[in-house]
């Protein structure tokens, strides 16, 4: 997960294997550039995306990266895994360096997953604090009443966690067909809520993460770079 910060003696230390010394008159003579500015203060922090020269030679040139994708079914929602197919496989080979995922859905889940090199922003996401709504598109066995919508608006006991799970807003959008509005992410959470109604879940489909909604034209294993409209609904 790309979100290290260094100071820039200890980030050219480690990068060019130089001593104290050494490292003292290269900066006092103005060899090393940050973002384009020679810098001179070893004490300087250092972020994952800042551009860092010395003597013409490129240390550091990351770009953060910001991916929507449209998850199938059979899916593993993780970086690597021995036995299922994961959402990084989804992408070229040459498209996947530092990747992480910035929020997970289970197996046979689908809908939208953001991919990431930038740490503070999949750690923006996922705060309880901020809390991030995510929305869910749910069809199930059986059918739904009014029931439901006070049970989620009131929370629900989850013994194993030992916690009342925030007010979730449900809207039935037909017998066996709702939408479900959530700031948390517990284990299965949705699955088992609807389970203390022993109402199974057929399929479980993300629509949007906060104000950002999946691309239509996606299909699903289809991902796309987010545009800069896209990544200013979390700028706040």
Same mark, same amino acid.
């Given at each position: 997960m790309t979100s290290r910060y260094h100071r820039l003696d200890r980030f050219l230390s480690t990068r060019l294997q130089i001593s104290r010394s050494n490292l003292r008159l290269l900066l006092a003579a103005g060899r090393v550039q940050v973002n384009g500015v020679a810098e001179r203060?070893?004490?300087?922090?250092?972020?994952?995306?800042?551009?860092?020269?010395?003597?013409? #030679?490129?240390?550091?040139? !990351?770009?953060?990266?910001?991916?929507?994708? !449209?998850?199938p079914?059979?899916?593993v929602s993780a970086?690597?895994?021995?036995?299922?197919?994961?959402? &990084?496989?989804?992408?070229p080979n040459d498209q996947r360096e530092g990747l992480h995922l910035a929020g997970r859905l289970d197996f046979n889940s689908t809908g939208l997953v953001l991919l990431t090199n930038d740490g503070d922003w999949s750690r923006q996401l996922s705060?309880? %604090? !901020?809390?991030?709504?995510?929305?869910?598109?749910?069809?199930? %066995?059986?059918?739904?009443?009014e029931e439901y919508v006070t049970a989620f608006a009131d929370g629900m006991w989850f013994e194993y966690e030992g916690i009342v799970t925030r007010p979730a807003e449900l809207k039935?959008?037909?017998?066996?067909e709702a939408d479900v509005w959530l700031? %948390?992410?517990?284990y299965h959470q949705i699955k088992r809520m609807f389970g203390r109604f022993d109402n199974k879940v057929l399929t479980l489909h993300r629509v949007?993460?906060?104000? &950002?909604?999946?691309?239509?034209?996606?299909?699903?294993? #289809?991902?796309? #770079?987010?545009?800069?409209? #896209?990544?200013?609904?979390?700028?706040?």
């Open positions: 203060d070893r004490q300087r922090r250092i972020g994952p995306f800042d551009l860092v020269v010395c003597d013409g #030679e490129i240390l550091q040139a !990351n770009r953060p990266r910001y991916l929507m994708l !449209n998850k079914a059979a899916v970086t690597c895994d021995d036995h299922h197919p994961t959402v &990084l496989d989804l992408l705060q309880p %604090e !901020n809390r991030v709504r995510k929305h869910y598109r749910v069809t199930l %066995e059986k059918p739904l009443t039935i959008r037909s017998p066996f700031c %948390e992410g517990r949007a993460i906060g104000n &950002l909604v999946l691309d239509e034209k996606l299909k699903p294993g #289809e991902w796309r #770079e987010l545009t800069a409209s #896209e990544l200013a609904v979390f700028s706040d």
